[in-house]
């Protein structure tokens, strides 16, 4: 066997379940589909426009009040176009006729409401366009006297509650439900893995010096994260039949880098005819096919690939979103590739996402950035002293792989499978990844 070069370095995991990002991938588009759609109920609510003026009136009279100069043209004019908007008249140059009639319209047929607003209205025009004219010196008061007396409208609906307003619903709840099926392809149940068989007639390995196991140690030294150096030191250690310390280091290696056969083989040599392999890692040297599939990528690799994948679907989920409610100006033909290349690329991204994740949960404790291994048997305690009772332990073999935590005088907090969860001497454990 021969020895690697040192110096390749593996990523640790980061402490953030990438389960996280399904939750990022989906949310931000439901926010902005769940925006859009209230958005479109507002614009579409008939009274929109009778409030945007009556708010746009009241803060340009408020204005005026506020001055000591008299209203100017300008000032006037953007009375004429608010009072027009506030009655709900839709024409470029309302006249007072119109304005009459609103008024009498909108007020229930009160003759008081609209006599007011058309004496208001003539003044204002006479102030405006007659020669010479000023608007008179209690213009001002007269108007906000008006505005006070006009009732704002409700609005027509709070809340989006019209199939218009989330038209998009059917191709979304599609794309959630081949979403869904992709996820549940993804956590087929784990199958009893084969046992792995020895090649025949295989040449014995070459056997490692113990200068590499000092060179891969002191590489170890200067970075816990190189794989290289973990399963050098591993094949050595399995040489001098050191095997607990051996299946720790090439375990190290195989989950920093999985993809190279170097740290496979070394793993299983070490391993052995060793039976308390934990069930991940057997399923992932031995399993099916699909068990052997999350290989392809370390944990950390997962996660990151994750976090691309997330990023991709929210941009083609956001910008489909926007096409759909985007205003047709353009033909239906020319936003066709747009819309199939936006729900291909939310669909891969998806699908890349789902299998990323569940390709990070079958490595079980091995992703996470704290994961450690047993080098030696121990017994659990519930709290770090040797006074507690041996009935009241739980044994843990080595090559057990767990969660460590916090340390505390010499002892080390842990969590297993099997609901173990208690303290160890630090000296049983040997971490898999580099501390962040």
Known sequence: MQSLPLGEIGATPWSLNPSWFIALAFLVPALLWFGLAWRRALLECPNRIRRAGIKEMRRLLDALQRSSTPPRPGHLQAWLRVTARSWDIRTS??????????????????PIVSDRWRELWQATEHGLYAPDAQPTRDWVQRARSLAASL?????????????????????GALL??????????????????????????????????????????????SNWNDWAAHRNLAAFQTQQGELSSAIAHAAAAFIQHPIGSDTRETLLAALGETETVDRNLRQLLSGAWYERTPTLLSPAGWQRLALIAAIVTVAAACALI?????????????????????????????????????????????????AAILVENANVSPVPTD?????ETSPLSAGAVVVAGHDFLGWRKIDADR????????HALMPLYADR
Not at 151 to 171: C, D, I, Q, T, Y
Not at 387 to 391: G, S
Request: hydrophobic residues 45%.
């Open 322 to 370: 926007f096409v759909w409610y985007s205003p047709a100006k353009q033909p239906a033909r020319s936003r066709l590739p747009v819309l199939w290349i936006g729900r291909s690329v939310a669909a891969l991204g998806a699908i890349v996402l789902l299998t990323s994740v569940a390709s990070w949960h079958a490595y079980g404790a091995f992703g996470h950035a704290r």
């Open 419 to 426: 609901e173990i969860s208690g303290w160890v001497r630090g």
């Open 151 to 171: 009732e704002m409208p409700k609005r027509e609906r709070l809340f989006p509650n019209r199939l218009a307003h989330w038209l998009p619903s059917v191709a």
């Open 93 to 110: 140059a309302p006249c007072v006729g119109e304005v009459s009639r609103a008024a009498h319209t909108l007020s229930g047929g009160d």
């Open 387 to 391: 006074l507690v009772p041996t009935e």
């Open 176 to 221: 959630v439900i081949v979403m869904s099926g992709s996820q549940s392809l993804a956590d087929v149940p784990w199958s009893s893995p084969p046992a792995a068989e020895a090649a025949p007639d295989a040449p014995p390995p070459d056997e490692l010096s113990p200068q590499a196991a000092d060179d891969a140690r002191a590489a170890l030294a």
